[in-house]
């Protein structure tokens, strides 16, 4: 399986800070990488899919990629308390079938 | 309409015993995959399948685990003399298409091995 590391923190933030997530991964080959949020005791949902290097911004969210150092990132600006979730990072090869790999997950939590 | 749903929700099992966990995906959702989902940690790719056809079964831990969704709908994830080891939740999650990179996941459910 494909290695996906990330800050288990915890991480804390004040409310109207900007939150930062980070993520790398062991294949170069990975091709697209997810983000999804998993409030305590409930099922992760996406919330943000990045392919191309660069950014992506949804809303306060924002997905950086950087293929070349295998390292993804999720910044929150403007962090809410119902931001207070556990982050985690998946990444998906197409080459070699359609199975995700999840991160240990950040927990996150924004004080208000 | 209806999401992701499994069954039971909570299955408390003595050891040795023999368990199946039942998924039924969202409606006309082609692919299928299971995870399992220790506390603490991110969920752990067991096996997934497209319509009825299993496409990958190199994340289940054992041959005590074994998985099928014979009609390409609903899909049914069995283990076989189970350990206390086996404690974990056990999450379902489908997709629309082969390719389609958003996952809808069930609540899971949480099994304890006594």
């Known amino acids: 399986q494909k290695e996906v590391e990330q800050n288990s923190g915890p991480l804390s933030v004040p409310e109207g800070a900007i939150a930062s997530l980070n993520c790398t991964y062991s294949d170069r080959v990975s091709q697209s990488f997810f983000w999804y949020r998993q409030y305590s005791g409930k099922s992760p949902e996406l919330i943000m899919s990045i392919y191309s290097n660069g950014d992506k911004e949804d809303g306060r969210f924002t997905a950086q990629l950087n293929k070349a150092s295998q390292y993804v990132s999720l910044l929150i600006r403007d962090s809410q308390p119902s931001d207070s979730a556990t982050y985690l990072c998946a990444v998906k090869d197409l080459n070699t079938g359609n199975q995700f790999y999840f991160g240990t997950g950040t927990s996150l939590t924004v004080i208000p | 309409g209806a999401g992701v749903s499994q069954s039971p929700r909570y299955k408390v099992t003595k050891r040795g015993q023999d368990v199946a966990l039942r998924c039924d995906p969202i409606?006309?959702?082609?692919?299928l995959y299971w995870y399992r989902q220790a506390l603490g940690q991110g969920p752990e790719f067991l096996t997934y399948?497209?319509?009825?056809?299993?496409?990958?079964k190199s994340g289940l831990p054992n041959d005590r685990f074994s998985a099928e969704r014979p009609e390409g709908s609903i899909s049914t994830l069995t283990i076989q003399r189970t350990e206390q080891r086996d404690s974990a939740m056990y999450r379902c999650?489908?997709?629309?298409?082969?390719?389609?990179?958003?996952?809808?996941f069930g609540p899971g459910t949480r099994l304890t091995v006594l």
């Open positions: 999650a489908s997709s629309l298409a082969r390719t389609a990179n958003e996952q809808f």
């Open positions: 399948f497209n319509y009825e056809a299993q496409q990958d």
């Open positions: 409606s006309g959702h082609v692919s």
